[in-house]
């Protein structure tokens, strides 16, 4: 009987491999992993990864729920739920997004007892979450959902670029979107259509409609502007900011130059004080009845609204028509890009809109 082995641990597997990489390709890693949670766990493997998070550029903060002012959790407005009908009553939802609890208990699972990471996540705003973070330069911060109730089958989508007040702004609707049958010869134009709106657009409410859309776009962009004064205050690292929404309805984005100026001007609040004044603009309408779309799809009533603050120096920028194009051109992607440039051929209505 052969006499019993003794089994011993290979010394190489109590080498730590994590150790033996430089800080550098660690933060690149990180970098890689963005999202604030990830890392939060990341940070509770050692300390040396605990020293590291702090020191991430990239950050991706996913907001779960919307809490009203004098709520608590038991009180949180889930916005995961299906939109009211009443566009205004869902807007009054962004109007209470002031408290702000985007997450819940991050727990170590390997067992109970375990200190929570991060244990302000569970019950503070994104704005002390990312006082963790000292080096943030690219920050990607994610609503739970649009801003502005639509019914079912209504497109509508709009991005917005800031500095300390409006910049661009491009927003594009349409009554339907839906899929061509399979097979069939398509939508014949109607040969009165030379890219004039029709006479029953501003009869059955038609362009009440895209006034509806476009005032409300507007308010969920300057209230989006307006809850970012402290995040960009708190980090003077940062190089680019976008606020997106889950259900990809509306995005507001910063670059540098644009952090740069928010900065150095003062912010201008509305009345009610919840959002930035929306300055006097001026607004390019086109509309098509129907447009058809790549991929068989094809959009009613299509409607592309591109809005600039009116050149009249008080709303201290200047965008020039290349850029606005430039903008326009790359605000949309897939189908609803081919729109965009294909509205932007019809004929340009001009509207004027005074400051609120």
């Known amino acids: 009987m052969h006499p019993k082995a003794r089994i011993h641990a290979d010394p190489a597997m109590e080498v730590d491999q994590i150790d033996c990489l430089p800080d550098a390709l660690l933060l690149f890693i990180l970098n890689k992993l963005e999202d604030v949670r990830s890392l939060g766990r990341c940070s509770a493997v050692s300390k040396r990864l605990n020293g590291l998070v702090p020191l991430v550029h990239d950050v991706y903060v996913k907001i779960d729920r919307v809490v009203a002012v004098d709520g608590d959790a038991d009180d949180a407005l889930n916005l995961a739920s299906p939109k009211p009908r009443h566009i205004f009553s869902h807007f009054l939802k962004l109007m209470l997004f002031t408290i702000v609890k985007p997450f819940h ?50 497109l509508l989508k709009w991005r917005a670029k800031y500095g300390s007040t409006l910049q661009s702004c491009v927003i594009l609707g349409g009554t339907l979107v839906d899929r061509k049958p399979t097979g069939a010869a398509g939508h014949e134009p109607s040969t009165d259509d030379n ?43 940062l190089r680019s900011l976008v606020l997106a929404d889950a259900d990809g309805q509306g995005v507001l984005s910063m670059g540098m130059e644009q952090l740069e100026e928010f900065r150095e001007n003062q912010l201008s609040a509305s009345a009610c004080s919840n959002r930035t004044q929306v300055p006097a603009c001026s607004m390019k309408l086109k509309y ?13 009533g299509a409607t592309l609204v591109v809005i600039k603050p009116s050149a009249d120096g008080t709303s201290g920028c200047h965008v020039s028509r290349k850029e606005t ?32």
């Open 105 to 154: 208990s991050i727990r170590n699972p390997g067992g109970s007892g375990i200190r929570p990471l991060f244990p302000h996540l569970a019950t503070h705003s994104p704005v002390q979450v990312l006082r963790s973070f000292s080096q943030v330069r690219n920050l990607r911060v994610e609503l739970p959902a649009g801003d502005v109730g639509t019914e079912e089958g209504v």
């Open 195 to 237: 890219g004039s709106m029709p006479e029953s657009f501003y009869t059955n409410g038609g362009l009440k409609l895209r006034v509806v859309w476009t005032i409300s776009s507007l308010i969920a962009a300057s209230t989006r502007h307006y809850l970012l004064r402290s995040i960009i205050n708190d980090h003077p690292t």
């Open 288 to 300: 098509a009845p129907y447009l058809e779309l790549p991929g068989g799809l094809a959009l009613q």
């Open 325 to 356: 194009e430039a903008f326009v051109s790359g605000a949309f992607d897939g189908p609803l890009r081919f729109a965009a440039k294909a509205l932007m051929k019809r004929r340009t209505y001009l509207l004027e809109m005074n400051g609120f």
